[in-house]
């Protein structure tokens, strides 16, 4: 059994859905290295949260909740949603990857959206839905968010001092 380890978070496998069939069909992982399918995060060795699907590359991960109806979709909280995406975050950080996202595939959806600060997508766009990461390093969140600060209350050249900061720190990681 793969078990990784993410401290303090371990993430293992789970027993398979067999609802799950159409969004393991649908998926796209033509831009990826590897799949984990049905993971349980448990941190201090109790379960916190179930991914249906994580995905990596060199630098990213992809964590991924399926919801099989609508009603399902609907009854997940958005203060869950958020709570699942801050997890990811902190696994991937924790796991030394760059970038990640948190996306939600729901069945008989008829239009992405998003909930929760997460994209939610319809299962029929998941093939060829291309991922967007979000950073994992905390620095460069505050530094966007200084950016946009300054940049809203017109101070141009100090918008334009935080961005080569951001860029000397990202070619620095690299």
């Known amino acids: 059994m793969i078990e ?3 401290e303090p978070y371990v993430l ?4 398979i859905q067999e609802t799950e069939t159409d969004f393991r069909v649908n ?17 201090n060795a109790v379960a916190s949260v179930e991914y249906d699907a994580i995905l990596w590359d060199d630098a990213s991960l992809m964590f991924m909740e399926y919801k099989d109806s ?24 924790g796991l030394d990857y760059k970038n990640y996202t948190f996306l939600v595939v729901v069945k008989d959806l008829t239009e ?29 969140d505050f530094l966007d968010n200084l950016i946009g600060k300054y940049s809203r209350s017109g101070n141009g050249e100090t ?9 000397i720190i990202e070619s620095g990681l690299s």
Do not use: H, M
């Open 12 to 15: 293992r496998p789970r027993p």
């Open 112 to 140: 992405p959206t998003t909930r929760g600060g997460a994209t939610v997508i319809p299962l029929y766009l998941l093939g060829s839905y291309e991922p967007v990461f979000d950073s994992t390093i905390e620095e460069l």
């Open 4 to 6: 990784l380890r993410s």
């Open 27 to 43: 998926l796209n992982i033509g831009w990826c290295r590897g799949v984990l399918f049905n993971v349980v995060a448990l941190k």
């Open 159 to 167: 918008t334009k001092e935080l961005e080569k900061l951001k860029t």
């Open 70 to 93: 609508v009603a399902a979709y609907k009854s997940l909280s958005t203060r869950r949603i958020q709570q699942v995406s801050s997890l990811a975050k902190n696994i991937a950080r």
